[in-house]
Structure formats: structure tokens, C-alpha cells
């Protein structure tokens, strides 16, 4: 087979793959992911099927970029990871100076399986710590102790030593020390990276349900934001740049892949409930676990949304994505990327939020200022009311 080369802007030629492992050990309350819990002897029926998904590539496609996302990646089993890696890296191979970032959680993470991933090129790793407090993992139906985080950096560190620590704030009966107390245990660790989540309620989860029936009660706004600003604060005083709304690096430690997300990038995803975003056509796999494998076998697609956006829709999605970065939108790279001039689009509204502290403009850049980025949500809606 011919390898497939690039010479198109990145926005309409991938240079990024997502590859989703649904597997997991058991389902999270809060989690609305496409995961598949107990369904482990169907991973070699799933992987026969990324296959033949990846198989409609026709030629190998370098990139810059790859992430294992999931669902549980490094809750495979050695063979079966192992099967994985060679099938992925086999259709999209990696350039130099790439980037291949794995999700991992710290129950069921070993030494052996980190050796693995290193050895096919895995260079960053995300752990899903969420929490260092054992009540408010209980009530995310996490399957890890707080420890077990220490335990499993010890032997991460050395392989990988890029890796970032999630953590997720807004649970239930979480206290502002206990949210500090998560970030120093979390910042000793020594990761390069953080990504911190509010808790969001999703329809149908079972924490969903338990907060319908008032078994647990959502944190009000307020509290929320003192959250989110003491993230700020600490992780900023200890020398992570906050460089997207819920993310915070080490100098030249920014994940590479997701800013490929909120560059409103062109992007491959494969596997079940996999997004993708080629040639300014959005895709979305279908969620459906065994829709997926029956699908692919049987020779159809596995897609189950496709929209070609107008470009003045995809002018102003690229501006909701673009300002959750800290760099927020250049004016001329964003004209390149979509044909419009920025103020044409939302000059005047940009304006009324820059006279609100909410954005601040140097005339070439625009960005979210601190307020900015604690009300982000409203801020975007604003902005996307001028389309
Ligand atoms: S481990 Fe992650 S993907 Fe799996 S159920 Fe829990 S939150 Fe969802």
C-alpha cells in the first residue's frame, strides 16, 4: 500500500486520529461516554472491526497526533493492547516529533502495559485520578483508592514522563479544602499536565437519576465558581499555565492532540461513537456497541450523523471552539481558516463584552479574560446569538 501524503491546510486535512476503546471494568454513575462494561470477550470482535473501519482509509495516513480515548484503553488486556497498537499504527503512522496520548486509569494500570504503550510510541499519558478523597470517589462509583494514583506514577514516571492528572470538581458534598487538598496531592505527584472538569449531570446517568430523586444534591453556581478560580489560582502559583478553559501545562507540555479540537482542526475518529471531521464533513459513529461490530461486518458503515456545515456556520463554530483557548482567535489565521473576517461576524458583540471585562482585544488577538472564562458558557452563547 502507498502512503498517503499531506499537503492541504490542517483544517480540511486530518493530521489528528481519535481511536475510542469502549472497555471498561465497570460503568461510572456520573459517565455518559459510549463505554462497554462487561462485554470483554467481544474486544478481538471490536478490534476485527476498527479494522476494516480503518480498512476505508485505502492508504495509510500519517499524522501528527494520535489519542486512545475511551472508555478504559489500558483496560485491555496485554495481547489484545498490544493487537490494537500494531492495527492503529499500521494505518495511521506516526510523523516525527508526534504526539501519542493514552488514556489510563489507575486501577488495573501495570508496568507491563506502560512498557507496551512506550514501546509503540506512546509519549503522553492521561490518568483518571478524578479525586484523592475516598467519599467522593465512592460517589462517582470510581473502581480506584486515592492511592493507588501514587502507586501507579511510580512506575508511569519513568516510561512516560509526560503525563497529566484529570481531576473533577463540583461532587456532591465536596468542600473547597477538599478541592484544595485534591490539587496538592495532585500537583506532588509532579504531572506536566492538568485537566480539571466540573461534574456535569448527564441525562440518564445514574447520577442523573439519583439527583431527580434528591439522593444527592448538586453543588449551587457559586460554590462551582469558587472552585474553578481556585483552580486558577493554585495551579497557576505552581507553574501550570492555564491555557485552555479546563486545562493547565508545564511549559511546552499542552496536549497537542485536543488543540486540535479547539483549533476547529480537520480530524480522523474511529471506533464506536467516534467523532470525525474531514473535509468540512462532521461524522458521529454510531453509540451502539454491537450496532458497531454488526455493521462493519456486515459491510456497511458504522456512521450515524454526517452534516457538511455552511461556511458561515463553520465560521462561527470555529469561533466557540477557538476562544476556549487562552490564545484565543488570531484575527487573520481565523480569515485564512474561514473566509470571514472576525468583526465582520461578531465585531460589535465583541465590543460590548470587551467594555464587560469579559474579552480582552489587542487588535490582532482576542481572548476570554479571567471573568471571561468563568462565565465561558455565557459568553459563547453570546457570541454565536449574532449567527
Ligand atoms: S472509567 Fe471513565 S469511561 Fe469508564 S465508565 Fe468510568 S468515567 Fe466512564
Not at 468542600?175 to 448527564?202: N, V
Not at 441525562?203 to 431527580?212: D, S
Not at 469558587?226 to 499542552?254: C, V, W
Not at 489587542?362 to 449567527?387: F, I, P, W, Y
Request: charged share 25%; net charge negative; hydrophobic share 40%.
Amino acid at each position: 500500500m502507498s502512503i498517503h501524503t499531506q499537503q492541504r491546510p490542517p483544517w480540511l486535512e486530518p493530521r489528528a486520529a481519535y481511536i475510542h476503546v469502549p472497555f471498561c471494568a465497570h460503568h461510572c454513575g456520573y459517565c455518559d461516554f459510549a463505554v462497554a462494561v462487561g462485554k470483554d470477550d467481544r474486544m478481538d470482535a471490536y478490534l476485527d472491526a476498527l479494522k476494516i473501519e480503518l480498512q476505508t482509509l485505502d492508504t495509510p495516513r500519517p499524522v501528527d497526533t494520535l489519542f486512545f480515548g475511551g472508555g478504559t484503553p489500558t483496560y485491555l488486556p496485554i495481547r489484545i493492547l498490544e493487537r490494537l497498537l500494531q492495527l492503529v499504527r499500521t494505518w495511521l503512522p506516526l510523523n516525527a516529533k508526534h504526539e501519542f496520548a493514552v488514556e489510563a486509569n489507575p486501577s488495573g494500570l501495570d508496568r507491563a502495559k506502560v512498557q507496551l504503550l512506550a514501546d509503540f510510541g506512546v509519549n503522553r499519558l492521561s490518568l483518571g485520578a478524578q479525586s484523592f478523597q475516598p467519599g467522593l470517589l465512592h460517589i462517582l462509583e470510581r473502581d480506584h483508592a486515592p492511592d493507588d494514583v501514587a502507586r501507579v506514577v511510580e512506575f508511569v514516571q519513568p516510561i512516560i514522563p509526560n503525563y497529566s492528572i484529570d481531576l473533577i470538581f463540583g461532587v456532591p458534598t465536596q468542600t473547597l479544602d477538599q478541592w484544595q487538598d485534591d490539587m496538592r496531592r495532585a500537583i506532588a505527584l509532579a504531572p506536566m499536565h492538568f485537566a480539571t472538569y466540573g461534574l456535569t449531570y448527564e441525562k440518564g446517568t445514574r447520577l442523573w437519576k439519583q439527583r431527580e430523586k434528591g439522593d444527592v444534591r448538586a453543588l449551587d453556581e457559586e460554590t462551582e465558581y469558587d472552585f474553578y478560580t481556585a483552580a486558577m489560582d493554585t495551579l497557576s502559583a505552581n507553574g501550570f499555565e492555564h491555557y485552555e478553559i479546563s486545562n493547565f501545562a508545564r511549559l511546552g507540555f499542552q496536549c497537542r492532540h485536543n488543540h486540535t479540537y479547539w483549533a476547529n482542526h480537520a480530524h480522523y475518529g474511529f471506533g464506536v461513537g467516534a467523532a470525525r471531521y474531514v473535509d468540512g464533513v462532521r461524522e458521529l459513529n454510531t453509540r451502539d456497541f454491537h450496532a458497531y461490530i454488526q455493521r462493519l461486518q456486515a459491510g456497511e458503515s458504522p456512521t450515524f450523523q454526517s452534516e457538511r456545515l455552511e461556511p458561515r456556520d463553520r465560521a462561527f463554530e470555529t469561533i466557540a471552539v477557538q476562544f476556549r483557548r487562552a490564545i484565543g482567535i488570531e484575527r487573520q489565521q481565523y480569515f485564512e481558516q474561514t473566509g470571514f473576517a472576525l468583526d465582520s461576524l461578531v465585531g460589535g458583540t465583541i465590543h460590548d463584552l470587551c467594555g464587560h471585562d469579559l474579552l480582552a482585544d489587542d487588535g490582532q488577538n482576542v481572548h476570554l479574560t479571567r471573568s471571561g472564562k468563568c462565565v465561558a458558557d455565557a459568553v459563547m452563547e453570546r457570541l454565536l446569538r449574532a449567527n
